[in-house]
């Protein structure tokens, strides 16, 4: 079903628009959802936890391939080996396309069908943005992610913006199984529906934008093994200690919260925005998250 319409009327009084942080701040308590645990990743690095909410409503099978991986253990002392500036940062085996130095997959199969996108009706939710954009006709928000929609085929897919997680594949469509994922840190909607999303991630981006760039001549690939952040860990978060998880929420963008947040971004006036924009593009917006009241300290 379609969310909350996103056209508020523009600023007209010339008041200042409200800051972001006191329109989170008023958000109901029903307007936030809570992490399902069976569908959260944490994968630890030696600087810190980065958290991954997957996506199985979208890419089913390699949500579950990749559940699979993550319980035997497989991204246990990987790397993120590939980060090439304004575009991704790449981890899992970095010798996973030679099949004498591959780790082996255990039980997770290795080829799998392409999920790029899928078909949509009315019961989906989405929440249309007001602006155009160059890579679909509609674009909007559904269960939190962005999404790009294609009414003339009904097809859905997830936007690969800031902080997207997908899997990385060879040129066989069906080689893409999740035991190499890659999170986007600059501009990569030139991927849209060419590869499976998994999921996005909530908390821990600088921990992944901010590695030193590898070699450009190598698509970002390090050069070096030293050069590679290690994996100490990645675990689901229904298979870790309810004490030892990260409780965080995010705010519904089916919300009149999120609509306000929209429309602040869209008309933004204040002492140093003199002259709203007027538009907003679907990576140009970041759900909010926080830690759950019930667990803050």
């Known amino acids: 079903m379609l969310g909350l319409s996103l056209t508020a009327g523009v600023h007209a009084d010339g008041k200042d628009t409200p800051s972001i942080a006191s ?14 645990p ?60 030679n099949p004498k130095k591959a780790k082996s997959m255990g039980t997770a199969k290795t080829h799998l069908p392409p999920e790029y996108d899928r078909a949509y009706d009315a019961s989906m939710t989405f929440t249309p943005l ?3 954009d160059v890579y679909a006709s509609q674009v909007g928000f559904s269960h939190g992610f962005p999404t790009a929609r294609d009414p003339k085929t009904h097809r859905t897919w997830i936007a690969h913006c800031y902080g997207t997680v997908g899997v990385a594949r060879d040129v066989d469509p069906t080689s893409g199984n999740g035991n190499t994922l890659y999170a986007v840190i600059g501009e990569a ?10 999921g996005r991630v909530i908390q821990g981006m600088p921990l992944l934008s901010s590695l030193p760039r590898g070699d450009d001549a190598n698509i ?6 030293s050069q590679r952040t290690p994996i100490l860990r990645v675990r689901l978060a229904a298979d870790v200690p309810v004490a030892q998880r990260e409780h965080l929420q995010v705010l519904r963008t089916d919300s009149p919260t999120f609509a306000r947040i929209v429309d602040a971004k869209r008309h ?5 925005y003199r002259d709203p924009p007027g538009h907003l593009s679907l990576c140009g917006l970041e759900v909010p998250t926080r830690v759950d009241p019930a667990f803050a300290h």
């Open 23 to 36: 329109i989170v701040k008023a958000a109901k308590p029903s307007e936030w959802r809570s992490l399902d």
């Open 38 to 97: 069976a569908n959260t990743l944490y994968m630890d690095l030696p600087d810190g936890r980065v958290v991954i909410e997957l996506a199985p409503w979208w890419s089913p099978a390699h949500v579950a391939n990749l559940k699979t991986l993550v319980r035997e253990h497989y991204f246990d002392r990987t790397s993120v080996y590939r980060v090439q500036d304004n575009f991704v940062a790449q981890w899992g085996d970095p010798d996973s396309d």
């Open 130 to 132: 007001p602006d155009g």
């Open 189 to 198: 909607r030139r991927i849209d529906h060419n590869l499976a999303v998994a």
């Open 220 to 225: 970002g690939v390090y050069a070096k093994p």
């Open 268 to 272: 933004r006036h204040d002492a140093f």
